[in-house]
């Protein structure tokens, strides 16, 4: 921990970046099972933010542990440090007026409560999305080969089989993805962020 730190304050505020930029920030929090949809709605969800012009960008699970968290492991203490850093950096998104949208299990309540907490102390909302699809469906769709590898003890530690997942017990908003399309969960959450004004109904293209 450092000491003889101290706070420097820039001079153009949040609401005045907000108003120069015409743009709010805020960090999508996507969570769920291993192929549960994350990635595949988050990319949805850029690209339709992207088309509307609202500047948005996605931080996803493998990627991130390709570069800045390439040191962390899948043990409970590196996933919860996994997950602070990327509480950090999408937090650094939001207050930079982007739509930072996250993609990673983060099974752990406390930790993604943790997120939230900093998103809250910052005045950023936190938008977070259940993507929700039962075992026996994600074990199906098992588009990496994960759950194979997994259920073979090929793969330590794997969420849903070998480690736990707590479910979110009031997401922002819930997509069943065994129950609609990816443009539907894209709808949902858009919807969301539009009721709440977080994005003009207007905007979108
Ligand atoms: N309604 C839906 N929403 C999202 N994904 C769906 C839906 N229906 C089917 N799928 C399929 O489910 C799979 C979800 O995989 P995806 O990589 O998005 O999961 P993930 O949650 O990011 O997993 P991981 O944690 O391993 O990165 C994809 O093959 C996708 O095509
Ligand atoms: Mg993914």
Redesign the pocket.
């Known amino acids: 921990m450092a000491s003889n730190i101290t706070w420097h304050d820039g001079s153009v505020s949040s609401e005045e970046r907000q108003s120069l930029l015409k743009q709010k920030g805020l960090t999508i929090w996507f969570t769920?099972?291993?192929?549960?949809?994350?990635?595949?709605?988050a990319t949805a969800l850029e690209q339709t933010l992207l088309h509307s012009g609202v500047s948005s960008y996605r931080l996803d699970?493998?990627n991130i542990r390709f570069g800045l968290n390439k040191n962390l492991g899948f043990g409970p203490d590196d996933r919860t440090e996994n997950i602070r850093r990327i509480s950090e950096v999408a937090k650094l998104f939001a207050d930079a007026t982007v739509v930072a949208i996250t993609?990673f299990?983060s099974p752990y309540r406390a930790d993604r409560d943790s997120a939230r907490q900093l998103h809250k102390e910052a005045g950023l909302p936190f938008v977070e999305v259940f993507?929700d699809a039962p075992l026996d469906v994600v074990e199906q769709?098992d588009?990496?080969g994960?759950y194979k590898k997994a259920k073979a003890g090929e793969i330590k530690e794997f969420t849903g089989i070998s480690a736990p997942y707590e479910a979110p017990e009031a997401p922002e908003v819930h997509v069943k993805?065994d129950q609609?399309?990816?443009e539907e969960?894209v709808q949902q959450v858009i919807k969301y962020l539009v009721d709440q004004g977080y994005l003009a109904a207007d905007r979108l293209a």
């Open positions: 769920g099972l291993s192929a549960s949809g994350k990635s595949t709605l699970g493998d993609a299990i993507a769709r588009p990496k994960l993805t609609v399309s990816v969960g």
